[in-house]
C-alpha cells in the first residue's frame, strides 16, 4: 500500500516566518505533487516535481518553493508566511508519467495569524 | 484552456438510493478519467479510473462512465450508505502524456438514513 505522509496535521504560524511543509512517499514514485485547496476553489497546483532535483511551477507558484534533494522527500517552503496563505495544503505523489492516480498525504492544515 | 466541472451543489439522496454525479470537461480529450473521494479534513483517495477506450468501469457498488460524444463522465453509487456521504472529485490528464492532473472542484454527497 502506498503511504504519503505530511509531518504535520495542523501547523499555527505568524505572518513573515519561513515555513517548512514535508512530505514523504514510500513507494518510489517518480512525480510529486504540493496543491492547497479552500473552499469553492477545490485543489490547485501550486509546484509539482518529476525527478530529483527537478521542479515546475504549477498554477499558483507565488509566495512558495520546493526542495526535492531525495526521491522520497518532497519540501514546500513559504519564504515568508502571509495570511492569505492559510490554507489545507495536501501532497501527493504518482508514479509515472502519461498520467497515473495520484496518491494524496493527510493534508497539513496551516493557519497563519 | 481545459477545463473539468462538476455540480457545486450538495447531492441529497435517501439510504438506499442510487447517488450520480457528474462531470463535465472542455477543450481537451482526456485520456483517463479518475474518481476520488474526500473526507472533511483528509486528502482525497483514488477510487476508480476509466480509459477514453472504455466505456463503464465497476468496482462493488460503484459505476463509472465515460461519454466521450458528450464530454461527460457520471459516477454512480447504488444501494448508497449515510458513509458514503463525502465530497466526490473528478480528475483528468489530457491525452499526449501529460502527467498534471486537472482536478474539479468536487461534489458533496449526502446520504440521508
Known amino acids: 500500500d502506498v503511504k504519503v505522509t505530511q509531518s504535520s496535521r495542523y501547523l499555527v504560524k505568524r505572518t513573515g516566518e519561513k515555513v517548512f511543509l514535508e512530505c514523504v512517499q514510500d513507494?518510489?514514485?517518480?512525480?510529486m505533487f504540493w496543491y492547497r485547496q479552500d473552499p469553492g476553489l477545490g485543489l490547485r497546483l501550486i509546484y509539482f516535481?518529476?525527478?530529483?532535483?527537478?521542479?515546475e511551477k504549477g498554477d499558483i507558484p507565488e509566495g512558495y518553493s520546493v526542495s526535492r534533494e531525495k526521491k522520497e522527500r518532497f519540501s514546500l517552503i513559504l519564504e515568508s508566511a502571509s495570511t492569505n496563505q492559510t490554507s489545507m495544503y495536501l501532497c501527493a505523489s504518482s508514479l509515472t508519467q502519461g498520467g497515473d492516480t495520484q496518491y494524496f498525504g493527510p493534508g497539513t492544515r496551516l493557519t497563519v495569524l | 484552456s481545459q477545463k473539468i466541472e462538476q455540480n457545486s451543489e450538495a447531492l441529497n439522496i435517501q439510504e438506499g438510493k442510487t447517488a450520480t454525479l457528474t462531470c463535465n470537461y472542455t477543450?481537451?480529450?482526456?485520456?483517463?478519467l479518475q474518481w476520488y473521494r474526500q473526507d472533511p479534513g483528509r486528502g482525497p483517495v483514488f477510487l476508480l479510473l476509466i480509459r477514453e477506450n472504455e466505456k463503464e468501469k465497476r468496482k462493488e457498488r460503484l459505476k463509472v462512465t465515460f461519454d466521450t460524444t458528450l464530454k461527460q463522465s457520471l459516477f454512480h453509487i447504488t444501494a448508497s450508505q449515510p458513509a458514503d456521504s463525502a465530497t466526490y472529485l473528478c480528475?483528468?490528464?489530457?491525452?499526449?502524456?501529460?502527467?498534471?492532473?486537472?482536478f474539479g472542484r468536487g461534489t458533496s454527497l449526502i446520504v440521508h438514513p
Open positions: 516535481s518529476y525527478d530529483v532535483k527537478m521542479k
Open positions: 480528475a483528468s490528464h489530457a491525452s499526449g502524456g501529460s502527467y498534471i492532473p486537472t
Open positions: 513507494m518510489d514514485h517518480e512525480n
Open positions: 477543450n481537451y480529450s482526456p485520456a483517463y
